[in-house]
């Protein structure tokens, strides 16, 4: 299916961190072959440019690497999927504890709605 | 020539129903005075004018069938959509629609040689050489329905080179029929110049003009009428049909859109 | 293939269909041309197919000025009923194949078993959404440099566009050709696009990169194209 994007944000970098969340949650392995771009294009229905674009973005990144002739593989070394995943969930952080604040709550209520919230989760579900 | 051939494939193609539609139209109006025929118990009385009378309608027969299929490939003009020569796109339907009229002009000969030979008795025939004389005539009535179906063509190119002037859009008919008025004015007048008249007519050949039926106390004669054409006249004949048909494609190509 | 539109203006009677317009489309982009209906997007795409002649400026394809005959070279989809009555679908697509020197029977096959043709069916039998997925599979089988696409996605229902999209995608060669696609309907195609261009009562009234335009303005192009025609229309009634 076609994805959604969000209209702020460039294509490019929606599909980077999707590719970036798949790698974090193991759901593409280190190691491992990316889809072509054209694939990777007819999968999302994004323009081939804009996931050229993706590709050279991750590269730059270090999180995948470009084989001549062979294609796009998610990077061995585990040290950087790591400080991705540590990356990805300061930004999540970042993003929740900003609007929190934007509510007027205090760092006490924060962490206490959190806790609530996750023991909720647990006994609820 | 594949490409030629393919337009020739879709000419048959959007064209094929009017053409078998206007056998029946002929079938029928061979059968109706045949059946008259034999209910008044009149040999002959019918069935040889009609089969004169729709062998003269194919003169009309090739401008119609032109049109239509302007007709239908005007709706959009998507037919311009088209990488070949206009000369080709419009040749194919000549070609096609020519072939029709061979079969069509065929088919009413046909009829008309079955009822000569069912009733050689009573026909006195001037000529001796029928089958020449048949196929004059045959070729003769292509010839001269081509001449009317380029002037056709013609008439129908400059009425959609005006079609992007939206001021005149509704008022085209009117642009296209004063200019057959005016060159029939013109026409008409060279024609009354004697000078022009005699350089035309100088040179002459013999040619079946139609055939004519006769009814006389000794039976019927079927003449086949010989004409002295003159050459020039035929010669300004094709080269104003050459001109329709290059004029023609020049406003097909450059001015006529979709 | 490039084309390149130099100060073309086309007039039908007083009223100007496009004024004084000047673009380039290079090769392996997706350009969109983006406007409401009646705002001179057909008339473009007409012109570059060499169907329509401009008033004034010059139209060109790979350095050729446009005449009937760069059909050839122009692949075009329109957005008017094409079809002759009484044709089957293959009988369409055996017609393109013998005019155009460059359209690809085999690619023809598979496009036509991906939009779920059946090459016997007459085409007047068919719905629009499915005319419509005919007239792509006949635009999309020629390798023509430039494709010209008239509001491809009229009269197909959303689960169809997807897969047109994607279609789109698989069929097109992205290191020869440009492909420029007239639309109103800018959500559906603006994750395929390089570049946007909006069209506006035969004025071009911007163009912008629709990555560049994320990254610098924050803007979707249905946005960008929003405030553009709000901004141009205030300005022509003030």
């Given at each position: ?23 974090v ?23 081939p440019?804009?996931?050229?674009r993706t ?9 995948v ?6 294609g ?29 604040r ?14 609530q ?9 | ?12 193609h959007?064209?094929?129903?009017w053409?078998?539609?206007?056998i ?16 008044f118990?009149q040999?002959?009385?019918?069935l ?7 062998l ?58 079955v ?10 025939l ?10 004059t005539?045959n ?13 056709c ?10 079609g ?35 350089i035309?007519?100088?040179w002459k ?33 094709v080269?104003i049909s050459?001109g ?15 | ?10 007039k ?6 496009l004024k ?11 350009y969109?041309?983006?406007g ?92 629009k ?5 005919l ?8 390798n ?23 279609s ?27 570049e ?8 071009i009234?911007?163009?912008k ?8 303005e ?15 229309e ?5």
């Open positions: 299916m076609t994805k959604e994007f969000q209209a702020s944000k460039p294509i490019y970098i929606q599909i980077a961190d999707h590719l970036s969340s798949q790698i949650r193991g759901e593409i392995r280190p190691g491992e072959k990316l889809p072509s771009v054209r694939e990777m294009a007819i999968v999302s229905g994004v323009n440019n804009t996931v050229q590709y050279s973005e991750m590269e730059r990144m270090g999180i690497e470009t084989k001549r002739g062979q796009t593989f998610v990077t061995q070394n585990e040290e950087i999927v790591d400080s991705l995943k540590t990356q990805l969930q300061r930004e999540i952080i970042d993003r929740f504890v900003q609007s929190m934007g509510l007027g709550l205090s760092e006490e209520d924060i962490t206490e709605g959190l806790k919230y996750l023991r909720g989760e647990q006994d609820g579900r | 020539m594949l490409a030629f051939q393919g337009l020739l494939k879709k000419d048959f959007i064209s094929k129903n053409f078998f539609l206007w029946g139209f002929l079938a029928l109006f061979l059968i109706l005075p045949f059946a008259l025929e034999v209910y118990h040999p002959l009385s019918f040889p004018i009609a089969v004169i009378m729709l003269g309608f194919h003169v009309f027969f090739l401008p119609g069938m032109l049109l239509s299929m302007l007709r239908l490939e005007g709706k959009t003009q998507l037919w311009l959509y088209n990488p070949q020569n206009s000369k080709l796109l419009i040749l194919s339907k000549i070609v096609i629609s020519i072939a029709y009229q061979l079969i069509a002009q065929l088919f009413i000969t046909c009829v008309g040689l009822i000569y030979l069912f009733f050689k008795d009573l026909f006195i001037d000529k001796a050489d029928l089958f020449i004389e048949l196929t005539l070729a003769g009535l292509v010839l001269i329905s081509l001449y009317f179906s380029l002037w063509f013609f008439y129908w190119t400059v009425y959609h080179s005006l992007k002037y939206p001021k005149m859009k509704n008022w085209r008919w009117l642009f296209v029929f004063v200019l057959f008025i005016l060159l029939s004015l013109i026409s008409s007048f060279l024609e009354s110049i004697d000078v022009l008249q005699d035309l007519t100088k050949i013999p040619v079946i003009m139609g055939a004519s039926f006769k009814y006389s106390h000794a039976g019927y004669t079927l003449g086949l009428n010989t004409m002295n054409l003159p050459v020039l006249t035929l010669v300004l004949y080269a050459v329709l048909f290059v004029i023609s494609c020049l406003l097909l190509d450059r001015k006529v859109e979709v | 293939m490039a084309v390149k539109l130099s100060n073309v203006s086309k039908y009677g007083k009223e100007f269909s004084n317009v000047s673009l380039t489309f290079e090769t392996g982009k997706i969109g041309l983006l409401p209906n009646g705002s001179g997007k057909s008339t473009t795409l007409k012109m570059i197919a060499g169907l329509v002649y401009p008033n004034s400026g010059k139209v060109e394809v790979g350095n050729e000025e446009v005449s009937r005959k760069i059909s050839k070279n122009v692949a075009y989809l329109t957005e008017l009923d094409m079809f002759y009555p009484g044709f089957t679908v293959a009988n369409m697509v055996d017609y393109y194949a013998t005019q155009f020197t460059d359209f690809d029977s085999v690619k023809a096959e598979e496009l036509l078993k991906e939009m779920k043709l059946e090459r016997e069916k007459k085409i007047k039998q068919l719905s959404g499915t005319r419509g997925r007239k792509l599979v006949l635009a999309l089988s020629r023509a440099p430039v494709l010209l696409l008239d509001e491809p996605f009229s009269g197909l229902d959303p689960m169809v566009r997807d897969s047109i999209v994607k789109l995608l698989s069929y097109i060669n992205f290191d020869l050709q440009t492909m420029i696609i007239a639309t109103h309907e800018i959500d559906e195609i603006e994750p395929l696009l390089d946007a261009i909006v069209i506006f009562h035969g004025n009234i911007g163009q990169n629709v990555e560049e335009l994320r990254e610098e924050g803007l979707s192009v249905l946005d960008w194209f929003k405030d553009t025609a709000k901004n141009m205030a300005k022509m009634n003030g």
